[in-house]
């Protein structure tokens, strides 16, 4: 017995001994350590890393940058269940202890000394906000033990509350989500007070794990847990049986993931989220930054409509290029049958709505699968052809991904000849099954969407209805539209090209493309200014230019071949006479043009140093032409295109804003009023009788503008406006090349300048520019201009500088304009040697 007593005695020293040593070496860790834990206090002010956010100026939400997304919410803001679910799984002692839970961390410890690594846990909430928001991630016991008295020091220091909502803000939860506001966005696309208890539920049990426990891409695993914490929360008596029951029971229902995005504008946002970096660096990717462009989202998707749509016809005008692939076998060779085909893609099987019982289930499953993975918009509709009629003109029938069907007849693909190049086409199909084979994957387009090319040949073309769908394709070629307010340079519409997801080039303000005729109202402003009048004659008649530089002689030619003789210049510019222009740019000089245009904020680099330069040979991004003619608009005055008006950071202080004009004290112009003037009637001719005429469609009075084309049609322009609105659409292929014979700028980008300005200006009155002082109006002769008797039958007014005016001065207003019905010829544009330029 005694042997047994000095045995205990022993025994009790040695782990008294043992104990002591314990709490020495922790104390001593304790005062070697605790000098170097962050400030508490810093938690109180910590600022959530939150995306940098795109608005509109009409505050719609366009785009979203950042690594980590998180939206902060009050605690009190959040639903009680969601607070339960979290305690339930994570720390359901939390309110009862000081910050460390001793169970669950002794236990930790012995896995830790055991097997060297951590596997159940045991960290509070408050260890997780200790280790979130300050500590790394590594399993080593010098990070717990301060992790440890990290969690003692915000205990002491912050209220549970404080604490709760900070880790409910703070925690990851997969798929870039910080926080439950986040995860609610992403992976059920609603607020997190909007969440089912079992959605709640399914969102607590990330934290353990969130990509082993991701509904998305782990959706059994997921809902284990999901039921776990149900479980759980009803043993804890958070919900009674009911509430258990019905959410245990509840379906899956997370989905790919959501963004807060109201209206996806990814041009505008990247142009938004390129001024918030180079203002404020790559810490506008965390510090919550908001952007407000001038963009409207009104106009904005009127401007995305007409260039899809411009360009959908433009393709449909020159052929088609075929299907973008065929599927006509399924890809496996074992026995099919609608069990295996269901066991492999099981979603994807139940969405066909109307199978064909002729067909192999697996290929159909497929199929959708493949119309799933493409691209797809409002304009463009992935479909596969299931079957194809070959009764009369035929019929195909189609799948599209949704399941469902639809049928396209011969009245729908009648266009569709062999595409062989721009100005080149196969021979003319007279029944469907000349275009469309059983298998083919292909587009289709909304009736309404585009305008039908007309019949060719002996084709005999069923009258169609106004709904349902037509044969279609991806364009090959591009475009870019910029609509600017023409008094600010606010940009109030930008579109890059097609889809921004197809190609992120951004057209409106990368590309530097030949501008063509666009240019010309700038060389005879210039004309204007030297002294020339509107009424000036220059012969249209052939010229030969000799130039050491060049390998021949130049002669540049009107694009009809013929030369005209005598023209005034107001007739030149609205008929877009190239001869015309040449021998003016000659008789003022290249290099004093070119002082002067550069006057007008257009870059001298661009402009080539010869006579090209009349017609269009200079390269200028749609932006730098919007804001050309945005001077033609409000009077001769500079503007700065500019499409980010303020930045504000995550409080609401603004950090930067655009100045907004100042009515009163308006800049001077930098062009003679008067001359802007006489430049804007002419442009107004462009629209009632010249290559623009076809914008008379509008039936507005207030319309200016010019068409532009390059040599063989490689680009196509139309840039024009009101004294409200100026937009300027470019029409070509990324890699230079003929847009066709016949793709004139009246022909391939007006119609995409009248389908936005049709919507843009629908409910704005007219609005035209103010008369300036010291312009007259005189009667003159049409084809000599010289002065003429207001009763002559070839005599109508003409603007001139009260200095320059023919003696015979206007009679009164509203005699008939001789000009008035004169129909020009085809479009005369930039026509001249490739080698030249």
Do not use: C
């Not at 608009?633 to 503007?639: E, F, H, P, T």
């Amino acid at each position: 017995m005694g042997y047994f007593l000095r045995f205990l005695l022993i025994l009790a020293w040695v782990l008294g001994l043992g104990l002591t040593s314990a709490v020495m070496v922790s104390a001593g860790f304790y005062v070697y350590t605790s000098p170097q834990l962050p400030d508490v206090e810093t938690l109180r002010n910590t600022a959530l890393q939150t995306p940098l956010r795109i608005y509109t100026s009409d505050n719609k939400l366009v785009g979203e940058f950042g690594e980590i997304r998180r939206d902060p919410v009050a605690l009190d803001a959040l639903p009680e269940e969601l607070i339960q679910a979290f305690l339930s799984a994570e720390d359901s002692r939390f309110f009862e202890h000081g910050g460390i839970d001793v169970l669950g961390l002794t236990r930790a410890s012995i896995e830790l000394l055991t097997s060297g690594r951590i596997q159940s846990g045991g960290s509070t909430i408050t260890m997780q906000v200790a280790k979130n928001f300050f500590l790394s991630n590594e399993q080593t016991f010098t990070r717990k033990f301060n992790e440890i008295l990290l969690a003692l020091k915000i205990e002491n220091e912050l209220s549970k509350n404080e604490i709760l909502e900070l880790y409910l803000n703070k925690i990851f939860l997969g798929n870039r989500a910080y926080g439950v506001q986040a995860a609610s966005r992403i992976y059920y696309g609603k607020d997190v007070r909007d969440l089912t208890l079992a959605q709640m539920a399914m969102i607590a049990g990330l934290p353990k794990a969130p990509s082993r426990y991701n509904p998305i891409v782990a959706p059994e695993r997921a809902k284990l847990r999901r039921n776990w914490i149900l479980s759980r929360m009803h043993e804890l008596g958070v919900i009674d049986e009911a509430s258990h029951s019905a959410a245990t029971n509840e379906a899956l229902t997370a989905s790919r993931l959501h963004s807060d995005v109201t209206v996806p504008m990814p041009y505008v946002a990247e142009l938004g989220r390129q001024g918030a970096i180079e203002r404020f660096g790559e810490v506008a990717y965390e510090n919550g930054v908001n952007v407000h462009v001038t963009v409207d989202s009104g106009l904005q998707m009127a401007a995305e409509a007409a260039v899809k749509k411009g360009l959908l016809n433009y393709t449909l005008r020159h052929g088609y290029r075929g299907p973008w692939k065929k599927l006509t076998e399924p890809t496996r060779d074992e026995p099919i049958g609608a069990e295996l085909a269901d066991e492999e893609v099981p979603e994807i099987a139940k969405r066909l709505q109307a199978p064909d019982p002729q067909l192999d289930k697996r290929l159909q499953v497929q199929a959708l699968l493949e119309l799933q993975n493409v691209y797809r918009d409002f304009y463009l509709i992935p479909a596969w052809v299931s079957r194809v009629n070959k009764e009369g003109q035929g019929s195909a029938q189609l799948l599209l991904a949704d399941g469902s069907t639809t049928e396209l007849g011969f009245k729908d693909v009648y266009w569709a000849r062999a595409y062989k190049g721009a100005d080149s086409m196969g021979k003319i199909p007279m029944t469907v099954s000349d275009v469309l084979s059983m298998g083919d994957l292909i587009y289709i387009s909304p009736r309404a969407a585009v305008t039908m090319p007309p019949p060719s040949g002996d084709q005999k073309v069923p009258k169609a209805s106004a709904g349902g769908y037509v044969l279609s394709q991806i364009p090959a070629a591009q475009a870019a539209l910029v609509a600017m307010e023409p008094k600010s340079g606010a940009i109030r519409a930008l579109v890059g090209g097609y889809d921004f997801h197809l190609n992120k080039f951004n057209r409106a303000s990368q590309a530097r493309r030949q501008a063509g005729s666009n240019i010309k109202p700038f060389i005879y402003l210039a004309a204007l200014e030297s002294g020339e009048t509107a009424a000036s004659i220059i012969n249209d008649a052939p010229v030969v230019f000799d130039d050491p530089k060049l390998e021949d002689a130049w002669r540049p030619v009107n694009s009809s071949g013929r030369f005209y003789g005598p023209t005034r210049l107001r007739k030149a510019l609205y008929l877009s006479r190239n001869l015309v222009s040449v021998r003016l740019l000659e008789r003022m000089g290249v290099m004093p043009t070119i002082r002067f245009i550069s006057s007008l904020g257009f870059s001298p680099e661009s402009m080539p140093k010869d006579l090209s330069l009349a017609l269009g040979s200079a390269d200028f991004t749609p932006v730098e032409m919007a804001a050309g003619y945005a001077l033609l608009a409000n009077g001769g005055r500079l503007v700065q295109p500019h499409i980010v008006k303020q930045i504000e950071d995550a409080s609401g202080t603004v950090m930067f804003e655009q100045p907004a004009p100042d009515r009163e004290s308006e800049p001077e112009p930098v062009v003679d009023p008067r001359s802007v003037f006489i430049i804007d009637s002419i442009l107004a001719d462009v629209i009632t009788r010249g290559t623009g005429r076809d914008a008379q469609v509008l039936k507005r009075g207030d319309l200016r503008g010019k068409t532009g084309t390059t040599n063989d049609q490689v680009d196509a322009w139309f840039s024009g406006y009101n004294q409200d609105l100026v937009t300027s659409v470019w029409i070509g292929f990324d890699q230079p090349q003929t847009l066709g014979r016949q793709e004139y700028g009246g022909r391939a980008a007006l119609p995409i300048w009248i389908d936005f300005m049709r919507e843009a200006l629908e409910s704005t009155p007219e609005s035209t520019m103010e008369q300036p002082e010291g312009l007259v109006k005189a009667w003159i002769d049409a084809d000599t201009a010289e002065p003429a008797a207001a009763e002559s039958s070839n005599a109508f007014e003409e603007f001139f500088k009260e200095e320059n005016a023919p003696d015979t001065i206007a009679a009164p207003e509203g005699f008939p304009d001789a000009e008035d019905g004169i129909m020009p010829e085809e479009e005369d544009e930039y026509v001249a040697p490739e080698m030249i330029f």
